[in-house]
T-cell receptor, first 116, second 112 residues
Framework: DTGVSQDPRHKITKRGQNVTFRCDPISEHNRLYWYRQTLGQGPEFLTY????????KSRLLSDRFSAERPKGSFSTLEIQRTEQGDSAMYLC??????????????FGPGTRLTVT | KQEVTQIPAALSVPEGENLVLNCSFTDSAIYNLQWFRQDPGKGLTSLLL?????REQTSGRLNASLDKSSGRSTLYIAASQPGDSATYLC???????????FGKGTTLSVSS
């Protein structure tokens, strides 16, 4: 069990460019979540997958954002036409599903995005 | 809409002191409540999880309590150490189990 991993750890991009982040959850965790955290704030929920199905999306996830989890394993989060307001830490988490389970979420180290 | 509030926003204590961090939430219909630690520029480390049917959980020097009826949780840290310096976040999981709602955190500084 190597924990949740995220790549890249840091990304600097110019306004208007597209960026893609990857998250590898703990193996056999079928639930995967994306959050965004800005400086001085707690993380905010973006979206949730159960296996390959995207079952919930926050209103924060504008049309410029898209997330996928094609085979129910790793996930990608793409931001198109980045804006300076997209600068934040993007966090991925995973949890196992067991009937009556705790759904405890385990977080990755995050991807720090800076839009210049 | 669930809102989570943490008080105080920042706390400074000398080493060895016992302390309490407070968390309140507006909607008692939660699945569970998790406490996390976050070091600067890092991801979140889960400290304790309390199921909605439980009243408290303990791990080492940490004890977390949950009172759903009043919408409150506390994190008690005994005999604080400089290594405890970090931001502590509480988060309520919605009843569907699909999203954590976080407070803004309490930044703790323990001086030696």
């Amino acid at each position: 069990d190597t924990g949740v991993s995220q790549d890249p750890r840091h990304k600097i991009t110019k306004r208007g460019q597209n960026v893609t982040f990857r998250c590898d959850p703990i193996s056999e965790h079928n639930r995967l979540y994306w959050y965004r955290q800005t400086l001085g704030q707690g993380p905010e929920f973006l979206t949730y997958f159960q296996n390959e199905a995207q079952l919930e999306k926050s209103r924060l996830l504008s049309d410029r954002f898209s997330a996928e989890r094609p085979k129910g394993s790793f996930s990608t989060l793409e931001i198109q036409r980045t804006e300076q307001g997209d600068s934040a830490m993007y966090l991925c988490a995973s949890s196992p599903w067991t009937s009556g389970g705790s759904y405890e979420q385990y977080f990755g180290p995050g991807t720090r995005l800076t839009v210049t | 809409k669930q809102e989570v509030t943490q008080i105080p926003a920042a706390l400074s204590v000398p080493e060895g002191e016992n302390l309490v961090l407070n968390c309140s939430f507006t909607d008692s219909a939660i699945y569970n409540l998790q406490w996390f630690r976050q070091d600067p520029g890092k991801g979140l480390t889960s400290l304790l999880l309390i199921q909605s049917s439980q009243r408290e959980q303990t791990s080492g020097r940490l004890n977390a309590s949950l009172d759903k009826s009043s919408g409150r949780s506390t994190l008690y840290i005994a005999a604080s150490q400089p290594g405890d310096s970090a931001t502590y976040l509480c988060a309520a999981l919605n009843q569907a189990g699909t999203a954590l709602i976080f407070g803004k955190g309490t930044t703790l500084s323990v001086s030696s």
